[in-house]
Each structure stands twice: as structure tokens, then as C-alpha cells.
């Protein structure tokens, strides 16, 4: 082999080589990177921030279709191990992930630079992938034959089903803003709102009682469970939206007082969350000196920062308060460190299997 850095003699069957074996492992919640990117661009374009806001829009844009890319090598490549993921107890929620990438980079795209055009196509897109990953998942949970224990097989990410159900209704709320959908539609999104707030109320419990009753070594106390805030996180700033649109959707106007009710329940369990977990990583890395590595669940835990903060903006004017700024104002920095250091374990992480693939080429240096 040729010396000096292998990654100069990266050719053709090193990157073949990288795409496939990336197909082959590819953690199916990836496209949370997606998700994380998007939300704090959007944090970032109501606290002022507007360059970041705009780069981040340029990040996603090659994560997303660098992400399908992959997804569907891996359908083509690699079936049996696509299959085995989806009914997978642990890995299988990740697929929900695609969803609300989808939907994220939509809302992302309409908040930052007002591409009402692409949100609409995002958003029509994210609703069939809705309904296909839903039912796929929770019907392939199901008929499993064999089914590992609760501890085993549930933690924070099966909440991204209801994140997942809400970043369609964020979406669709942020195109409609001067005029209503049709009332169908308006139908569609308050339901579908309800049934976030159902699959929140449901897998809750269950994750609430694994981390209380059962249990667990410092490794699971992993990134997932920050999901246990934003999953809350975005049903609050899906409520605030539609609280926000209140005077020109006409369904809405019976359920304000509910709505304004429900959207406020869920944003005091958001913070309620937060400490607890902040608390929860404070033990495992500073008193049970656990090292920080990076991992693609890592971005399950900035998601939920972004969210939170971009949350509490939009509920703080949707009740009119005016008194919660600056928590948002805080948080957008956290947030924001929080992505760079993600986006630093990536690329390093990425050029390690360069240098891995590089290293296996053979070149006419020898």
C-alpha cells in the first residue's frame, strides 16, 4: 500500500464499497439527522438567527436525499435485513423517523424561506408514508410470533409514532396560514393531532414504567429516551399551531377551549421531562464516568432540544402570554451546540470509514 492518507487513493471500489456496507448497516432512525437539522433551523429563523437558519436548509437538503439514497439501496441490496428491522421491537420505531424528516424538512422549508409549494408536495408525501410505516409497523409488532419482554423491547423511541403523526399536522399548519384548507382536510389534521396525543398516552406509560420498575445498566439510558420529551415537545407546538389558526379554520372554533387546554397539559409534561433527563445524563457520563461516543440515536437527543425550544415560542403566543421568551432565547444556543457537536461525531465518523475503505484499495503506487 502507498503511504500517507488513505483516503487519497479512494477510488470507485472503496466507494462502492462505502455505499454498500452503509445500505447494509444503516440504522433505521437515521433520518432523525433530518429531523434535528430541520427543527433547529427553524429555532434558529424565530430567534433571529437567520444565516444558520439558511444554512441548515443546505445541510438538509443533502441529508435527506443522501438518506433515501441509502434507504433504498438497502431495499434492493438488502431485503431480508430491511424485513427483519421492521419487525423488529427496538429498531422498528426508527422507521417513523422517515416520516417526520419528511415533514420536517416541509416545515422547515415553509417557516425559513416560504417555499409553500415544496412544504405542500412534502406534506402529501409524508401522509402516504404515514399510513404505509403506521400500519406496517404496529401490524408486524403484532403478529410476531416471538416477542421480547417489555425491558427488551420497548424504550423513548417508539414515541417517535406520535412524533411522526404530528410534524404532518405542524406541516400542514404552517401552508395554511392566510386561508383554510379545505374542511376535509382541517378534519384530517384534527384528527390526526388526537391520535398523536393517543399513541403519547399510550407508549408512555409503558416506557415510564421500564425506567422505574425495571432494572437498567447505565448503556440504556441512551439517547431514544430524550424522545420522551420531544414526542410532548411537538404535540404542544402542534397545538399552538392550530390554537393559531383558530380564527380562520372554521372546525376549529368549537375546540379552542379544549385545545388551548390539552396544548397546555402537554407543554408542562415537556418540561417536566427535561431536568429529570438532563439529571438521568449527568448520572451516567459525569458520575459513572461513562465515555460520550457518537452514535446515530445521538440524534434522538437534539431533536428534542430544538423542538422544546421552538415549542415554547409558539405556545407562549398562541396563549398570549409573552412571558416565555427567554427560555427559547436560552435554549436555541443549547440546542445549536448540541447539533455542531452531532454534525463533528458524524463527519469524523464518516471519514473513519473512509480511511477503513481506503486503506483495502490496492493502487498502482504499490
Avoid at 487519497?8 to 462502492?16: A, D, F, I, S, V
Avoid at 439558511?54 to 443533502?62: G, S
Wanted: one cysteine or more.
Amino acid at each position: 500500500m502507498c503511504g500517507g492518507d488513505p483516503t487519497r487513493t479512494l477510488g470507485p471500489p472503496g466507494l462502492k464499497r462505502i455505499l454498500l456496507d452503509g445500505a447494509k448497516s444503516l440504522f433505521p432512525g437515521y433520518f432523525a439527522l433530518v429531523m434535528a437539522t430541520g427543527v433547529v433551523s427553524i429555532a434558529c429563523q424565530f430567534m433571529g438567527l437567520r444565516p444558520i437558519a439558511l444554512a441548515l436548509i443546505v445541510v438538509n437538503w443533502i441529508a435527506w436525499p443522501v438518506l433515501w439514497g441509502l434507504t433504498i439501496l438497502r431495499a434492493v441490496r438488502f431485503r431480508t435485513l430491511l424485513m427483519r428491522d421492521i419487525s423488529d421491537h427496538r429498531l422498528a420505531p426508527g422507521f417513523f423517523t422517515i416520516v417526520a424528516g419528511t415533514c420536517v424538512l416541509g416545515t422547515q422549508n415553509v417557516v425559513v424561506i416560504g417555499a409553500v409549494a415544496v412544504g405542500t408536495v412534502l406534506w402529501w408525501f409524508g401522509l402516504i408514508l404515514w399510513f404505509v410505516i403506521m400500519y406496517t409497523f404496529f401490524t408486524a409488532v403484532t403478529v410476531r410470533a416471538r416477542k421480547p419482554t417489555l425491558a427488551r423491547g420497548i424504550n423513548g423511541a417508539w414515541l417517535i409514532a406520535a412524533v411522526s403523526t404530528q410534524s404532518v399536522v405542524v406541516l400542514r399548519g404552517v401552508i395554511d396560514i392566510a386561508a383554510p384548507p379545505s374542511e376535509a382536510i382541517q378534519f384530517q389534521v384534527i384528527a390526526m393531532f388526537l391520535i398523536g396525543c393517543m399513541l403519547y398516552l399510550a407508549i408512555i406509560p409503558l416506557i415510564f414504567y421500564r425506567l422505574t420498575f425495571v432494572p437498567m445498566s447505565r448503556e440504556d439510558f441512551s439517547p431514544p429516551y430524550w424522545i420522551n420529551m420531544g414526542a410532548v415537545a411537538i404535540t404542544a407546538l402542534a397545538g399552538s399551531i392550530l390554537l393559531l389558526r383558530g380564527e380562520t379554520w372554521p372546525l376549529l372554533g368549537p375546540l379552542l377551549p379544549f385545545l388551548r387546554g390539552f396544548t397546555f397539559f402537554f407543554w408542562a409534561v415537556a418540561s417536566w421531562w427535561i431536568p429529570f433527563l438532563f439529571g438521568l445524563m449527568t448520572w451516567r457520563y459525569l458520575w459513572m464516568r461513562d465515555r460520550f461516543t457518537y452514535e446515530p440515536a445521538i440524534w434522538g437527543m437534539v431533536f428534542p432540544l430544538a423542538m422544546y425550544t421552538t415549542s415554547t415560542y409558539q405556545f407562549d403566543r398562541a396563549m398570549g402570554y409573552g412571558f416565555l421568551d427567554p427560555v427559547p432565547n436560552v435554549l436555541v444556543y443549547i440546542a445549536l451546540t448540541a447539533w455542531i457537536l452531532g454534525i463533528v461525531g458524524l463527519i469524523r465518523h464518516i471519514l473513519r470509514i473512509m480511511r477503513g475503505a481506503g486503506a483495502m484499495v490496492v493502487t498502482p503506487l504499490d
